[in-house]
C-alpha cells in the first residue's frame, strides 16, 4: 500500500514563507515524478509544480514561477515546495501527488498510478 503524507501548511502572513513536505512510504518499486497541485475554494485543482524521475525536470506555474521552488530527497521518497513571497491568492489546499509503480509480488499486482495526499491547507493573510 502506497501512501504520501504531507505536512507544512498554515497561516502565514502575504510576503511570508512556508515550506511543504510529502514523503512517500510503502511498497514501492519505482517513482516517475512527484509534484503539488492545489485548490482553492470554488476553484478546479490546479498544477503548482512537478519534478520528474530520474531527470529532475521541473514545471511549474506561470503564477508560481520565480517565488516557489520544488525539491526532492531521493532517499526519502520526499517531495519539498519551498514557497517564498506568497500572497493571498495563493491561498487554498495543497496536495502532494506522485506516480509510483508499487513493488508487487508473485501473489498481488498493483499497476503503476497516480497518488495522492490528503492535502494540506495554506492561508495567506493579514
Known amino acids: 500500500q502506497v501512501q504520501l503524507v504531507e505536512s507544512g501548511g498554515g497561516l502565514v502572513q502575504p510576503g511570508g514563507s512556508l515550506r511543504l513536505s510529502c514523503a512517500a512510504s510503502g511498497s514501492i518499486y519505482m517513482i516517475y515524478s512527484m509534484g503539488w497541485y492545489r485548490q482553492a475554494p470554488g476553484n478546479q485543482r490546479e498544477l503548482v509544480a512537478t519534478?520528474?524521475?530520474?531527470?529532475?525536470?521541473?514545471n511549474y506555474a506561470d503564477s508560481v514561477r520565480g517565488r516557489f521552488t520544488i525539491s526532492t530527497d531521493n532517499a526519502k521518497n520526499t517531495v519539498y515546495l519551498q514557497m517564498n513571497s506568497l500572497k493571498p491568492e495563493d491561498t487554498a489546499v495543497y496536495y502532494c501527488?506522485?506516480?509510483?509503480?508499487?513493488?508487487?509480488?508473485?501473489?498481488?499486482?498493483?499497476?503503476?498510478?497516480?497518488?495522492w495526499g490528503q492535502g494540506t491547507s495554506v492561508t495567506v493573510s493579514s
Open positions: 501527488n506522485a506516480d509510483i509503480r508499487p513493488r508487487n509480488s508473485a501473489t498481488s499486482y498493483t499497476p503503476r498510478g497516480d497518488y
Open positions: 519534478m520528474s524521475y530520474p531527470s529532475k525536470n521541473t
